[in-house]
């Protein structure tokens, strides 16, 4: 299982190129070799072009990215070019948008709509994920919107399980790999703490999940990527990648 940084954590450094190349160069020197881009701001020519040329400055490799749900569904052609000029292999998408009600009904119509872009995503050789929150956990005659979901996907969609939604959602995150390990190449690493009866962001192995559990799950579904993220928190968020960085080599060998 390979290492990455989600990019998502250090949002507020990329928005120019400096910013970018700052960042690349960051996360490198944390010891990360792989990474996940996010969000609109890089599907242009121009754009697309700045970020190969970091990805070969620093040795870096792009494993996913995250898309919004208007340009997987009206820029499909232009996503995937840009995905085959940084070699990344996995399309995502972070949630179930607003278009699609939050009930039975409502996953199984986002299904079939995510099995078309898969399919087509897979014609040229990527496949698409799905990233969950925890609201996917509510259930709906006895299943939750995940199970729902999975069972929904055909084999050209897969799951990207985030372990701090996973456990928000109040499900086990190892055994939820374990359950859905056909299911899932990459996961988010994320820790879930709680302070003053509140939960929070934590770096990696400053919270409450079962890390070696999850690592071991991991491993016994060969996962191939985990991402570590942290969507906010009171530390400097390059430092919080660095902190989670050495911890998973440190304690794991990661």
């Known amino acids: 299982m390979k290492i990455a940084a989600q990019l998502f954590t250090v949002h ?12 690349f160069k960051k996360v490198k020197e944390m010891g990360y070799d792989y990474i996940q881009l996010s969000g609109a701001g890089y599907i242009d020519d121009e754009k697309a072009e700045y970020v190969k040329g970091l990805l070969e400055k620093y040795e870096l490799i792009m494993c996913v990215t995250h898309m919004s749900f208007d340009q997987l569904d009206n820029e499909l052609d232009a996503l995937l070019k840009y995905h085959k000029l940084w070699g990344c292999d996995y399309i995502g998408i972070g949630s179930m948008p607003k278009q699609f009600s939050r009930d039975e ?3 199984k119509s986002f299904a079939e709509w995510a099995n078309n872009i ?15 929150h925890s609201f996917e956990f509510e259930k709906y005659n006895g299943k939750t919107g995940l199970e729902i979901l999975a069972e929904g996907f055909n084999n050209h969609v897969q ?11 109040g499900a086990n995150p190892a055994s939820y790999i374990t359950k859905l390990a056909d299911k899932i190449d990459i996961i988010h690493l994320k820790d879930y703490g709680i302070k003053n009866y509140e939960p929070y962001f934590a770096e990696i192995g400053s919270g409450n999940i079962d890390w070696q559990d999850v690592i071991k799950a991991c491993n016994q579904a060969r996962v191939k990527y985990a991402a570590v993220e942290r969507d906010k928190g009171e530390i400097e968020p390059f430092e919080s990648l660095a902190i989670s960085r050495k911890y998973l080599k440190e304690i794991h060998g990661l």
């Open 12 to 23: 507020d450094y990329l928005g120019t190129k400096e910013d970018l190349d700052m960042t």
């Open 118 to 132: 898969g399919d087509i995503v897979s014609q040229q050789g990527l496949t698409f994920v799905y990233h969950n």
């Open 105 to 107: 009904k409502g996953y």
């Open 159 to 169: 799951l990207l399980l985030d372990t701090y939604w996973v456990q928000a959602g």
